[in-house]
């Protein structure tokens, strides 16, 4: 019996494709709940400042509340081009699986090819459905991959401006001491 050739692509064992992907959406969930608590810091020590506006509201000159603006707007900007950047990996990752997938049904046609032969057609059926049912699960692997990417992508800016913002205020207030100060 002839030995099978395998796709390099196919060739990555499932326990490492999924590990990769369990480790980028941990990553991207520590810089989640980094940002979220920077953000609770950001929104009380901000809020604190503009409560003082009530009585002085030449405090709204305050250049912490035209930053507040310009930031968010910086941030968003940046998130949407990486996003916009990033996006092209998962329709990557879906060329991909198409393209494996017409190989494996181009095998399949070829393997048919001759004189009518039932073994030979269970065998070219049973090797199609085994092939596809490997690149579907690595093509849903590296898209769900890709697609936690995207996400810390997305996030990234946010995470930075936000502990940024935290971090500053911080040390704005008297008597306190920061570890990044």
């Given at each position: 019996m002839a030995q099978r050739k395998t796709n390099?692509?196919?060739s990555r064992p499932g326990?490492?494709?999924?590990?990769e992907v369990a480790a980028e959406m941990a990553a991207t969930a520590i810089v989640l709940g980094e940002t979220?608590?920077?953000?609770?810091q950001t929104i009380a020590l901000r809020l604190a400042r503009l409560a003082g506006t009530t009585f002085d509201p030449a405090v709204l000159r305050d250049p912490e509340f035209v930053r507040m603006v310009s930031e968010k707007v910086t941030a968003a900007t940046?998130?949407?081009?990486?996003?916009?950047?990033?996006t092209r990996a998962i329709g990557d990752a879906w060329l991909e699986w198409a393209s494996h997938q017409m190989v494996a049904a181009e095998q399949f046609l070829l393997a048919l090819w001759?004189?009518?032969d039932p073994l030979r057609v269970g065998r070219a059926t049973g090797d199609l459905a085994e092939t596809s049912l490997n690149i579907a699960e690595i093509a849903c692997a590296q898209m769900v991959l890709e697609a936690t990417r995207?996400?810390?992508l997305g996030l990234a800016p946010y995470h930075k401006a936000t502990n940024a913002n935290a971090r500053r205020l911080l040390r704005q207030i008297p008597g306190h001491f920061s570890k990044s100060a």
């Open positions: 390099p692509a196919l326990l490492s494709r999924n590990v979220l608590w920077a953000a609770q940046q998130a949407g081009l990486a996003v916009a950047g990033g001759g004189i009518p995207l996400a810390g």
